[in-house]
């Protein structure tokens, strides 16, 4: 089996380096410097929408546990 050195080697990782990046983009990077947009499109498909009525076993609807009194 021939052994990769030199510049073959460092194609190698870098094409792998290359094709994770390419992979990761639209499903990571993407939709986290594109944020607006993605609150849009969830307003729009959930315009008609009331968690109330969809929360499956009569559970409340999900607050922030961290949300302190606005008293302090």
Do not use: C
């Not at 994770?20 to 307003?43: F, N, S």
């Amino acid at each position: 089996m021939a052994r990769w050195t030199g510049w073959r080697y460092g194609a190698l990782i870098g094409g792998i380096v290359s094709a994770i990046g390419i992979t990761i983009y639209p499903i990571v990077i993407y939709p986290m410097t594109h944020i607006e947009d993605y609150k849009e499109l969830q307003k729009h498909t959930r315009r008609g929408i009331r968690q109330e009525e969809v929360q499956p076993g009569n559970m409340k609807v999900w607050s922030d546990p961290f949300d302190r009194n606005k008293s302090n």
